[in-house]
């Protein structure tokens, strides 16, 4: 199986708080990120945790890490139009910084 | 600060031709990072490049894709003989010592095959 899974999709009413969840295999990772894609565009790095955190917050974004069940989600509260494109969970293991992705989740916010 | 800077942003190419793809780091930045999407998927590591070496190519195809990063000049990605299945777009990433566990992508080159 893929090291890093998420769902494919989410759909949420524009207001609602979007969670999308992930997970990962490996428990040796460091570092755990969130990265937005919007159309035709490159990755934007949204937030990240070090593995040895349990959560954090900033602005209407909260990840939260279960290293026991190898879970991460992130959570965005009063999800707007804007919000709309694909998410991406990736995790770095090691000395290395070199994030493995996931397939990314769809995120669609509709009125 | 510019940032990470990908030219082509969309190229086309016939079946056997070559293609290759630029990229500059962000200033300051002296590793590069090569990423792939192939459509509906996530992004998959071909290679992690410092100036003049290469670091690790462990996504690499073994066959028709390079990867340089000289001292002087952009990173070029370059695939010989492309066939339909290179269609795809190819993401650089930089980072620096300073920049630590933080890599910063470029907007993507968009290979098209025909």
């Known amino acids: 199986g893929e090291d890093v899974e998420q769902s494919l999709f989410l759909s949420v009413r524009e207001g609602d708080s979007s969670v999308i969840n992930c997970t990962y295999t490996?428990?040796?990772?460091?570092?755990l990120y969130w990265y937005k894609q919007e159309p035709g565009a490159g990755l934007q790095l949204l937030t990240y945790i070090f593995s040895n955190m349990d959560m954090k917050q900033d602005q209407r974004l909260t990840v939260l890490l279960n290293k026991k069940d190898k879970h991460l989600s992130l959570r965005i509260a009063d999800t707007q139009t804007g919000d709309s494109a694909i998410y991406f969970c990736a995790e770095s293991i090691g000395g290395s910084y070199i994030p493995t992705f996931g397939r990314g989740t769809s995120l669609i916010v509709h009125p | 600060n510019a940032g990470v800077m990908q030219n082509p942003r969309h190229l086309v190419r016939r079946r056997g031709q070559e293609a290759r793809l630029r990229c500059s780091p962000m200033k300051g930045h002296s590793h590069v990072y090569w990423y792939r999407q192939l459509p509906e998927e996530g992004l998959k590591f071909m290679v992690y490049?410092?100036?003049?070496?290469?670091?690790?190519e462990s996504g690499m195809p073994k066959e028709r894709f390079s990867a340089e990063f000289p001292k002087e000049g952009p990173s070029i990605l370059r695939i010989q003989q492309v066939v339909r299945g290179d269609s795809a777009a190819y993401f650089c990433a930089s980072s620096s010592q300073e920049s630590g566990n933080t890599i910063y992508f470029g907007e993507g080159s968009w290979l098209t095959v025909v």
């Open positions: 490996d428990s040796s990772s460091t570092y």
């Open positions: 490049l410092q100036k003049e070496n290469i670091i690790d």
